[in-house]
């Protein structure tokens, strides 16, 4: 059992016991931190010299039993250059620096004076979603022990507008939510979360007035999805297909599409994986977790805008209806596709609901996440996402949303050069054609079945799981993709 954790703005510093103000590099505390100082009695230069203290982000001088202040304990926590404007995604690493620096401190009831010049309702939000954000533990499987912190923890943000501060942190914290939502899906093992209850757990969405369709394999075959089928019949857990449509823009205007691939296990298939680290192929489903995610910020944030989330749900299985190297199906474009390696399953699955997306919807756009290909992860490691885009302008806007939200990309090629690769010797195409471009090979595949929309794949099989810890989440799933998303969704098509 992990410590709730309780965020409110209040006007006044209060009497908590624990106080938290800030001061930039080599200068004393300013503003309403310079007064509690004052009360302290205590010479700042001496203080911040004795402790090694220059007030770069990060550093902590943690004050204990002071004089003259109601707080018995009083963090100064570095805020960098005066006068050198933090980008935004620097409070969010704030906030969870800070949340680092309180949880071994097991307090209960903590007020952090945030009132500089830089301070602005919108900031404070990001230190509030950067809270959150480092909270955020997946400890439902484990058994409580006595040592566990429990209980409320407290954060009292004292600002000069606490009204505003309140609006900008639920706008901040719908997606938060999502991200946490999007997090808590991968954690999930795949013995508790197959395709169906993935399916209801996107049916919950319904609460906050999306629309959300649950396709069931009968539907699925009836509209030909042969490619996303045939993933699916190895595992004796059938396949769902559910379409989250949220629709807040005006209802003329065409919606923004998001595709999901939602392996829930990929155990690589007939074509199985080794067992080093297979475990980690719960999270396969990550891009349709980022989806869902997404789906609920916009929706919890009642965004003015028209979206569709479309999550293709299936385990990669062997047995003895396992789809086979060298199967041929046809994919509900009509596409002929040779099964040659059914370990490279994610790109049959998004065929189909690529698709289907864009026969269905005719989306101003399309983009799809997946944790596709081991070869991104050659390519790029754990900090970019790859990036594959047929149309430059929303790509642009792609890879300045990534920057924005600290959730980064890198664009990689497409190109007719590799589509001949993908060339099969039996059918219109092939799903694995060897070692090198892998990652461009799986995109240019995809490719195949956009029917010319504009479109991004965004390969995240280094990003939405097995990343570094960091300021903001210490979880194996990252969430990654949610905020990236909803940054793109806030700076480019909102009305
Ligand atoms: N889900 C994997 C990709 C993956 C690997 C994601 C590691 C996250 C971490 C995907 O389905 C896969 O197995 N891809 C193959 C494709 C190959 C057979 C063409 C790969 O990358 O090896
Ligand atoms: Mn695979
Ligand atoms: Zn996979």
Request: net charge negative; with cysteine.
């Given at each position: 059992?992990?410590?709730?954790?309780?965020?409110?703005?209040?006007?006044?510093?209060?009497?908590?016991?624990?106080?938290?103000?800030?001061?930039?590099?080599?200068?004393?505390?300013?503003?309403?931190?310079?007064?509690?100082?004052?009360?302290?009695?205590?010479?700042?230069?001496?203080?911040?010299?004795?402790?090694?203290?220059?007030?770069?982000?990060?550093?902590?001088?943690?004050?204990?039993?002071?004089?003259?202040?109601?707080?018995?304990?009083?963090?100064?926590?570095?805020?960098?250059?005066?006068?050198?404007?933090?980008?935004l995604?620097?409070?969010?690493?704030?906030?969870?620096?800070?949340?680092?620096?309180l949880?071994?401190?097991?307090?209960?009831?903590?007020?952090?004076?945030?009132?500089?010049?830089?301070?602005?309702?919108?900031?404070?939000?990001?230190?509030?979603?950067?809270l959150?954000?480092?909270?955020?533990?997946?400890?439902?499987y484990?058994?409580?022990?006595?040592?566990?912190?429990?209980?409320?923890?407290?954060?009292?943000?004292?600002?000069?507008?606490?009204?505003?501060?309140?609006?900008?942190?639920?706008?901040?914290?719908?997606?938060?939510?999502?991200?946490?939502?999007?997090?808590?899906?991968?954690?999930?093992?795949?013995n508790?979360?197959?395709?169906?209850?993935?399916?209801?757990?996107?049916?919950?969405?319904?609460?906050?007035?999306?629309?959300?369709?649950?396709l069931?394999?009968?539907?699925?075959?009836?509209?030909g999805?042969?490619?996303?089928?045939?993933?699916?019949?190895?595992?004796?857990?059938?396949?769902r297909?559910?379409?989250?449509?949220?629709?807040?823009?005006?209802?003329?205007?065409?919606?923004?599409?998001?595709?999901?691939?939602?392996?829930?296990?990929?155990?690589?298939?007939?074509?199985?994986?080794?067992?080093?680290?297979?475990?980690?192929?719960?999270?396969?489903?990550?891009?349709?977790?980022?989806?869902?995610?997404?789906?609920?910020?916009?929706?919890?944030?009642?965004?003015?805008?028209?979206?569709?989330?479309?999550?293709?749900?299936?385990?990669?299985?062997?047995?003895?209806?396992?789809?086979?190297?060298?199967?041929?199906?046809?994919?509900?474009?009509?596409?002929?596709?040779?099964?040659?390696?059914?370990?490279?399953?994610?790109?049959?699955?998004?065929?189909?609901?690529?698709?289907?997306?864009?026969?269905?919807?005719?989306?101003?756009?399309?983009?799809?996440?997946?944790?596709?290909?081991?070869?991104?992860?050659?390519?790029?490691?754990?900090?970019?996402?790859?990036?594959?885009?047929?149309?430059?302008a929303?790509?642009?806007?792609?890879?300045?949303?990534?920057?924005?939200?600290?959730?980064?990309?890198?664009?990689?090629?497409?190109?007719?050069?590799?589509?001949?690769?993908?060339?099969?010797?039996?059918?219109?195409?092939?799903?694995?054609?060897?070692?090198?471009?892998?990652?461009?090979?799986?995109?240019?595949?995809l490719?195949?079945?956009?029917?010319?929309?504009?479109?991004?794949?965004?390969?995240?099989?280094?990003?939405?799981f097995?990343?570094?810890?960091?300021?903001?989440?210490t979880?194996?799933?990252?969430?990654?993709?949610?905020?990236?998303?909803?940054?793109?969704?806030?700076?480019?098509?909102?009305?």
């Amino acid at each position: 059992m992990s410590q709730n954790l309780v965020i409110r703005t209040a006007s006044q510093p209060g009497t908590a016991p624990l106080s938290v103000i800030y001061a930039h590099e080599r200068v004393a505390p300013m503003g309403a931190g310079a007064a509690i100082w004052k009360a302290t009695g205590l010479d700042w230069q001496s203080v911040a010299e004795t402790a090694g203290f220059k007030g770069r982000q990060g550093q902590v001088l943690d004050l204990l039993a002071p004089n003259g202040v109601t707080a018995s304990r009083l963090l100064v926590l570095g805020a960098g250059k005066l006068g050198e404007t933090a980008p935004l995604n620097a409070w969010t690493d704030r906030g969870g620096s800070l949340l680092g620096k309180l949880a071994p401190l097991r307090a209960t009831d903590i007020a952090v004076i945030l009132d500089g010049p830089d301070a602005t309702p919108i900031a404070i939000a990001e230190l509030a979603a950067g809270l959150r954000l480092r909270h955020y533990r997946f400890d439902k499987y484990k058994s409580a022990r006595p040592d566990d912190a429990s209980g409320t923890m407290t954060i009292t943000l004292v600002v000069p507008d606490p009204a505003a501060t309140d609006a900008a942190i639920a706008d901040r914290g719908a997606t938060v939510a999502g991200t946490l939502l999007a997090r808590d899906l991968i954690n999930e093992p795949a013995n508790t979360l197959g395709p169906v209850e993935f399916a209801a757990r996107a049916a919950e969405l319904a609460t906050l007035g999306v629309d959300v369709e649950i396709l069931e394999p009968e539907q699925l075959a009836a509209l030909g999805m042969n490619s996303l089928l045939c993933v699916a019949q190895g595992s004796a857990r059938p396949a769902r297909l559910v379409v989250m449509q949220w629709r807040g823009g005006n209802p003329a205007s065409a919606p923004l599409a998001f595709v999901g691939k939602g392996v829930v296990f990929d155990t690589g298939g007939i074509s199985i994986k080794p067992a080093a680290s297979m475990e980690d192929m719960k999270g396969d489903m990550g891009g349709a977790a980022a989806v869902t995610g997404l789906l609920l910020a916009l929706a919890t944030r009642k965004a003015p805008v028209n979206a569709v989330g479309i999550i293709g749900l299936v385990e990669n299985m062997p047995s003895a209806n396992a789809v086979r190297p060298g199967d041929i199906v046809t994919a509900m474009s009509g596409t002929t596709i040779e099964v040659i390696n059914t370990d490279a399953e994610g790109r049959l699955v998004l065929a189909d609901a690529l698709w289907y997306t864009q026969d269905r919807f005719k989306p101003r756009f399309m983009i799809n996440l997946a944790t596709l290909t081991g070869a991104v992860i050659v390519a790029l490691g754990h900090d970019h996402g790859g990036l594959f885009c047929n149309d430059d302008a929303l790509s642009a806007q792609l890879l300045g949303a990534g920057l924005a939200a600290n959730e980064k990309l890198w664009r990689l090629p497409l190109g007719p050069a590799y589509d001949k690769i993908i060339e099969s010797k039996f059918a219109d195409i092939r799903n694995s054609a060897g070692r090198p471009g892998g990652a461009i090979l799986a995109a240019q595949f995809l490719q195949r079945f956009v029917n010319g929309v504009p479109w991004a794949h965004l390969d995240i099989a280094g990003m939405a799981f097995g990343t570094a810890a960091n300021e903001i989440n210490t979880s194996w799933a990252s969430g990654y993709g949610v905020a990236l998303l909803d940054r793109l969704v806030r700076d480019h098509y909102q009305n």
